[in-house]
């Protein structure tokens, strides 16, 4: 039997109070490579285009409304009786659905499409199991649930670690929490689970347990990778998703063609596109919204964020790239250098302690150390235009709305408030005041001074 024709539905279980993180941020919101869990999750359940999905929350569902929308429907779990009586909430919304539900965990972030597929696929195999459950085998079985299943893969019994008998705990097969069932089985079964365990609570590995009892096959299939059913409960269990989650991208990174010099110091975020040939050396941090072309380099302890950077462009050491940096082929950004918001033209340079905020730099324009874009004014943010090949000197301000024309210059430690043409020199200094003899004199006054304090 095939699938083309399911509908799908999901139902992702976030009720919990996350009380481990110790945060007022919703558990499931909390960032792995600068996005929320729970849209790693709802990402790669996206690849099977499930026409319905629903979220079951309880703690914090105001944040968690906030941050899904209309792209999915808010089922509340008040109060919490367990992870059965938790999908139990989905049958609402669910109630003129038909097809195949899948159900996932919020706080279970990276489980793979092709394993959502291998689920639905083995629920619709000749012997039609009522539930397919997502098993594991971790080096250590610790307190998950057990799954008593038959060679063929056909379950026997599921029991929770804290209702399982000694030889039921010797079994290394674990139960991951993830199900799927036909929507009808699966309300039904629900229908019929107790509360008769050591937590007096509904639990939904229950309805496997209720099939087989009435003679109804159920089933299991086993994830390879122990690490892509792991659960997140506590800031260390976090940090351990995050250091995964960046040895796989750095790994995949090399892969495609960039030569990271020392992988274990630059971190990723979710959507960083790097091209070939792409060189980044120690200790620099990709946050979201970064596409590299290639042949760039990126320099030492640099920091990036929202930034467009095309072929042959250098970044840093040192450098930070705020949201809206556009470096244009084989422009240069060196030490201590801040953009934001502002396009450097092809072959433009800034290379030294510069910042460049809500500007437009032309092709070939050179911007001197310690030049800034003064670009807000207390309430307003302005623009600044360097025209091509605008040559603008050390310590020079620019003072937003403001335009240097192509081919201008101005000089080192000039004030520009406004317009300078094309072709211009700008020259905005103090006068320089020269008074022969001044400074010895005063050399002469301060050591006298000096010397009669040191005798009294």
């Known amino acids: 039997m095939t699938t083309d024709t399911a509908p799908l539905a999901i139902v992702v279980l976030a009720a919990g109070k996350g009380t481990r993180m110790k945060s007022d941020l919703h558990k499931v919101l909390h960032p792995i490579a600068g996005r929320p869990m729970l849209e790693h999750l709802l990402a790669s359940a996206a690849q099977l285009a499930p026409q319905r999905q629903v979220v079951v929350a309880g703690h914090g569902r105001e944040q968690l409304e906030k941050a899904l929308g209309a792209r999915a429907t808010i089922a509340v779990q008040e109060p919490q009786l367990g992870t059965g009586h938790a999908v139990q909430q989905a049958q609402g919304p669910l109630a003129d659905f038909a097809g195949d539900v899948l159900i996932l965990y919020g706080d279970v972030p990276f489980v793979r499409p092709e394993t959502m597929r291998a689920m639905i696929a083995r629920l619709h195999e000749a012997d039609a199991p009522a539930v397919v459950v997502l098993g594991f085998e971790p080096a250590d079985p610790l307190q998950y649930g057990r799954i008593l299943a038959h060679e063929d893969g056909r379950i026997a019994m599921m029991v929770e670690y804290k209702d399982a008998s000694e030889e039921q705990r010797a079994c290394r097969l ?170 450097l033209g092809e072959g433009a340079k800034a290379n030294h302690l510069t910042y460049l905020g809500d500007a437009t730099i032309g092709a070939g324009a050179n911007i001197g150390a310690g030049t800034i874009t003064c670009n807000y004014d207390g309430y307003f943010k302005h623009q600044t235009v360097i025209g091509e090949r605008a040559f603008v000197g050390s310590n020079s301000a620019l003072v937003a709305p403001v335009k240097i024309g192509s081919d201008a210059i101005v000089a080192a430690g000039s004030t520009v408030t406004r317009d300078v043409g094309d072709g211009e020199l700008r020259i905005v200094r103090g006068e320089q005041l020269v008074k022969p003899g001044w400074a010895d004199a005063f050399h002469d006054a301060m050591k006298k001074k000096k010397a009669e304090k040191a005798e009294n």
């Open 174 to 343: 674990c139960n991951s929490g993830l199900m799927a069932a036909r929507s009808a089985d699966l309300f039904d079964l629900l229908a019929r689970v107790g509360n008769d365990n050591a937590q007096g609570e509904y639990y939904l590995i229950d309805i496997v347990n209720v099939a087989t009892l009435e003679g109804k096959p159920c089933a299991v299939i086993a994830t390879d990778d122990p690490d892509e059913v792991a659960g997140i409960n506590s800031r260390g269990e976090l940090a351990g998703a995050e250091a995964r989650w960046q040895v796989r991208r750095r790994e995949a990174a090399m892969v495609d063609g960039a030569t990271l010099i020392a992988p274990e110091t630059v971190f990723f975020s979710w959507d960083t596109q790097l091209g070939r040939d792409v060189t980044v050396e120690p200790n620099v941090v990709f946050a979201p919204g970064v596409s590299v072309a290639d042949n760039v380099v990126i320099h030492a302890f640099s920091h990036l964020e929202g930034a467009t950077l095309e072929s042959g462009v250098s970044v840093g050491p040192y450098a930070r790239l705020r949201p809206g940096a556009v470096l244009h082929k084989g422009s240069k950004v060196g030490n201590f250098v801040e953009i934001k918001n502002a396009q």
